[in-house]
């Protein structure tokens, strides 16, 4: 009988590794949450990428939700995420809006044309201070903002399907029913 | 008794005394190092008072991180969604501290702020499987690396 | 094309693997000598694709092949080629990858060098080293491919994270591997005892040697990972016992039992089912260790991949391995303690003991490592264990065991002399003491410096008072075979490692200093000028480089240039300046500019003067070598089997065995 000890012992250390797995895809595998979800939107004030003349900012922006994609030319997630961005993102009917985060306009401008353009508009942070009041500190970043200039949702990392699925279209949703 | 079941017997009780001091030592020291985590909220709240050293986490609040002119003193304010605490700390701080990110220190409160005696700043977990890739977003003055420089020396 | 061949080649590889772990056994269960000679071939066959795919991901690597994702998530155009190659395992998928190339390396060794073993024993071994590569096979295929292509291909790639671009990074994790996966063949070699109902100890001897190997590896592979931390992560730290830390330092200890264990069941046939259990204990470990890094089931500073779906599948093979044969243990182990009998004071109890002290010391390393885990279950909050946890217990449990140590070859096999143990009881204890008076002298009353010193030598003095009644009683050319020459230069690594351990703890002196260009600061019995900072560059960093230059009583020792980079991908990283020693180390980090703005004016360093650190890593390659040297042991190598395969598959022993089929 000592002789099964080992194995049940292994057991339950099988439950505990389970349990662990579980754990992590119930909770937020950061173990401090982002303290902008829910607070507004910072402020900000934006030249369009290759337009400088024309600005973007938070004011006119309010009145409908939309995605802002931080991205960059040498930012190799971004690469990854793009395609979700050209169909899946895109089909949301939601506005998108890029950030293009300290980066070389003209590098941008061709990373856009070679990869791809799913945005109504894109502004450019050269120097990251916009970013710096957005929490942001890496590429890729996405937030969701909605019509009072909120944000409602924020993914550090690039969209996967999953990502959409589990997170996105919920987060969507929940704003729809507000009426927001 | 016989001489063999004297023997086991003399094994069986010298390993079950050997356990349950192994396991009574295994329990005090597990008490003694044991570490909480408490968001700056939580500490505001009175959760963290039965304890007089804990870890405190959240993101450092951009803007707070302020040197002393003539020590290695160093003060920040840690922040999650309803919560802000001050935390004070000497010495080096790690590569990756900066506004915005997320840290871990450990402490003990002294009239309201946090004295730390460790500051740990962590990646984000997300991040984790892609960690090798450019994660952190930094300017970066010279994008073209001189590739005649000479310095190469790993240590 | 080429990395789809690497792709194709890992396909074909797993159908070997699975031929390899499936035919062979039906061939010993039924006696099939036609099936159970399938085994060596699958596993070369096995071992060329698995080592093409392996070269392949290496060329793409060294070619810059973005369209590869794993390459260009990886690695760009201004990583050193020597750093593309670290690249090629720095990540999750290409450490798979090198997992089942290292199970292959060994594998295809066992299959070369085992021909004089029974053809029914070595198929099942074989067997179970198949499928075991068949679940990682399948990891990689299904979960973690590293050939998996990127369109459009980028231009250029992202970075080997700092903290890896450093030589020891190039080599930590393949020798690790070794170690960790080196378990596998201890672990085959026990299945295949117990499914052949191998009753008799000779199968005990054949797996001496690869055991002794892999743990010679491990440690190898342990100690060059702490040097590296020491070297790579600014702190002066050699150990933190970190979840991946542990993670390979369990399988160590389980390792040390189970090389001590294997001892006792191949001289004298006791214990047989303890040092299997041992050898399945060890591999588990090693198994469990590659999980708990890439599950995210806990967090670390450097822990792999963390995704449920590959947590999940590895969970599964777990259950299928351990399981499996921890079940396989309790229906088969030998049921009947057989082997000689020993008294309470002999060889035997002593190493029973130290088997003991080290199989609880990887049980609480685990306890610890899991704390945080079993935390969350139980709802006890957002909890971790600190490291007095695991220091205060681990000083606690190996105590005892260097007590012992001086005894252990005085100690006869079956029943001991007690005369000769006072002998050397007195010799070795005087000689600490003695030296633990001159120490206090020197040391200040550090107690923990003067206790590790009378420890140290307590293990060295027993040690060389053996080595020199080998040398008088013995005659030439027979007083030291490798495996006893093994385990006395072992055991000498003990006590420098003890030594190194307890004087740099004790005595090493740590300041974080703030310095204006000009200024000295004192740390033991340096003074450390600060001389500035300047702006220099690599391949792919650029670099401020204080220069800090070294007096001693006033004259200048050397100068050294810690940096602080920040790389072409914006990662900063801190490159330490170390002036190494055989008896200190002088260690100087940069923290930060005191003002951002002003990059030449004051800085914070951390000054270090550490003695005796090398040491600790001296002692590890002490053990390293003893391991080594005992797996080369003549007397381990099976000699050709002369008998005749029986119809059950057991075969007669070979010809110096004892043949006593139970």
Redesign the interface.
Same mark, same amino acid.
């Given at each position: 009988m000592t002789? +099964?000890v =080992? &194995?049940f012992g &292994? +057991?339950l +250390?099988?439950a +505990? &590794? *389970? &349990?662990?797995?579980w @754990?992590?895809?119930q909770h937020d595998?950061?173990? #401090? %949450?982002? =303290?902008l #979800? !829910?607070k507004p939107a910072p402020a900000y004030a934006l030249p369009v990428l290759g337009e400088a003349q024309r600005t973007v900012d938070k004011a006119s922006m309010l009145g409908k939700p939309y995605f802002l994609n931080v991205f %960059?030319s @040498?930012? #190799? /997630?971004c690469?990854?995420e793009h395609p979700i961005m050209m169909t899946g993102m895109k089909q949301l009917g939601l506005p998108l809006v890029g950030f293009n985060?300290?980066d !070389?306009p003209q590098a941008a401008t061709a990373w856009l044309d070679?990869?791809g353009n799913p945005f109504d508009v894109v502004i450019a942070d050269r /120097?990251?201070r916009t970013? #710096? !009041?957005f929490?942001?500190?890496? %590429?890729p970043e996405t937030f969701l903002i909605d019509a009072k200039g909120v944000i409602r949702y924020k993914r550090? *990392? =690039?969209i996967t399907p999953e990502v959409l699925d589990r997170e996105i279209r919920p987060a969507l949703a929940a704003l729809a029913k507000e009426g927001s | 008794m016989n001489p063999t079941r004297k023997r086991r017997l003399a094994i069986v009780i010298s390993v079950i005394v050997a356990a349950v001091i192994a396991v009574g030592l295994i329990v005090f020291a597990l008490q003694r190092n044991m570490n909480y985590l408490f968001t700056p909220s939580q500490v505001q709240q009175g959760q963290a008072t039965q304890y007089p050293s804990f870890r405190l986490g959240g993101m450092v609040k951009a803007g707070s991180i302020q040197r002393a002119a003539d020590s290695l003193k160093v003060s920040f304010i840690v922040v999650d969604a309803d919560g802000a605490m001050p935390v004070e700390y000497t010495g080096i701080l790690p590569d990756l501290f900066r506004d915005n990110q997320s840290v871990i220190t450990t402490g003990r409160m002294d009239d309201g702020r946090f004295i730390a005696s460790e500051v740990l700043a962590k990646h984000d977990e997300n991040y984790m499987p892609k960690e090798l890739k450019d994660a952190m977003a930094k300017a970066h003055q010279n994008r073209k690396i001189d590739d005649t420089a000479m310095k190469d020396t790993p240590q | 094309m080429i990395p789809e061949l690497g792709q194709f080649a890992l396909a074909l590889a797993l159908i070997l693997a699975l031929v390899q772990g499936i035919l062979p056994i039906i061939g010993a269960w039924r006696g099939n000598a036609a099936l159970m000679a399938v085994a060596r071939p699958a596993a070369a066959g096995q071992g060329v694709f698995v080592f093409f795919a392996m070269g392949v991901l290496i060329y793409a690597f060294l070619t810059y092949d973005f369209s590869v994702a794993y390459v260009a998530d990886n690695s760009n155009l201004a990583l050193p080629w020597y750093y593309r190659i670290t690249a090629v395992w720095g990540a999750h998928e290409g450490s798979m990858l090198l997992w089942v190339f290292i199970l292959n390396v060994w594998s295809v060794a066992l299959a070369t060098f085992s021909r004089q073993l029974p053809p029914a024993f070595l198929s099942r071994v074989l067997a179970v080293l198949g499928l075991i590569g068949v679940g990682f096979l399948a990891f990689i295929l299904f979960t973690s491919n590293p050939f998996l292509r990127m369109l459009p291909m980028p231009a250029d790639g992202g970075d080997l994270n700092p903290v890896l671009q450093d030589p020891g990074m190039t080599f930590h994790p393949p020798v690790l591997y070794m170690g960790y996966v080196g378990f596998s063949v201890a672990f085959a070699f026990s299945i295949a005892a117990l499914l052949g109902g191998e009753l008799e100890q000779a199968w005990v001897r054949w797996a001496r040697p690869w055991t002794n190997a892999a743990w010679a590896f491990l440690t190898l592979g342990i100690v060059a990972g702490s040097w590296w931390a020491y070297a790579e992560l600014g702190w002066g730290g050699w150990w933190f016992w970190d979840p991946v830390e542990n993670a390979s330092f369990m399988p160590w200890l389980v390792g040390v039992a189970l090389i001590h264990a294997q001892a006792v069941t191949e001289k004298r046939g006791s214990l047989p089912a303890w040092t299997i259990l041992l050898s399945l204990f060890a591999f588990s470990l090693s198994l469990l260790g590659t999980f708990l890094v890439r599950s995210g089931v806990l967090t670390s500073v450097h822990a792999f991949a963390s995704d449920p779906r590959r947590g999940l599948f590895i969970l599964g093979f777990l259950v299928i391995v351990i399981g499996g044969s921890l079940l396989l243990y309790a229906v088969r182990a030998p049921k009947v303690a057989k082997g000689k009998a020993f008294a309470p004071l002999s060889r035997e109890t002593g190493i029973m003991i130290a088997n003991l002290l080290f199989t609880t010391a990887a049980a609480m390393v685990l306890l610890g490592t899991l704390f945080p885990l079993i935390g969350d279950a139980l709802n006890l909050g957002r909890v971790s264990v600190g490291p007095p946890y695991f220091g205060f217990l681990f000083v606690l449990l190996m105590a005892p065991a260097v007590l012992l140590l001086p005894f252990g070859p005085y100690l006869r096999w079956g029943k001991a002399e007690g005369r000769q143990l006072t002998a050397v009881a007195l010799r070795a204890g005087v000689a600490a003491v003695i030296c633990a008076i001159v120490a206090a002298f020197f040391a200040d009353g550090h107690l923990r410096a003067i206790a590790g010193i009378a420890g140290a030598i307590w293990v060295a003095a027993g040690t060389l008072s053996y080595v020199v009644k080998r040398w008088r009683e013995m005659p030439r050319g027979r007083r030291f075979p490798a495996e006893m020459a093994g385990m006395l230069i072992a055991h000498t690594g003990v006590a420098i490692f003890v030594i190194g351990v307890m004087l740099s703890e004790s005595l090493s002196v740590e300041r974080d200093v703030r310095m204006a260009p000009g200024e000295t600061a004192t740390v033991g019995s340096y003074a450390f000028r600060f001389d500035g900072v300047r702006e220099t560059t690599g391949p792919n960093w650029r670099a401020d480089e204080g220069e800090v230059t070294i007096l001693s009583d006033g004259k200048v020792m050397t100068t050294m240039h810690p940096q602080k980079r920040t790389y072409s991908r914006g990662q900063i990283q801190t490159e330490s300046a170390i002036d190494a020693g055989l008896f200190r180390d002088i260690y100087v980090a940069l923290g930060e500019p005191m003002d951002a703005t002003d990059v030449e004016g004051a800085w914070a360093l951390r000054l270090y003067d550490k003695p005796f650190v090398r040491w600790i890593w001296l002692g590890g390659l002490f053990m390293m070598a003893g391991g080594a040297l005992a797996a080369c042991e003549r007397r381990f190598r099976a000699k050709k089997v002369a008998a005749v395969t029986q119809a059950n598959g057991t075969t007669q022993a070979d010809g110096t065995g004892t043949g006593s089929l139970a």
């Open positions: 002789r +099964l =080992p &194995f &292994f +057991l +250390l099988v +505990l &590794f *389970g &349990f662990g797995i @754990w992590n895809t595998q950061h173990e #401090i %949450a982002s =303290p #979800i !829910d %960059a @040498w930012c #190799i /997630e690469v990854h985060y300290k !070389d070679q990869h /120097e990251g970013g #710096i !009041d929490g942001v500190y890496a %590429a550090i *990392g =690039p | - | -």
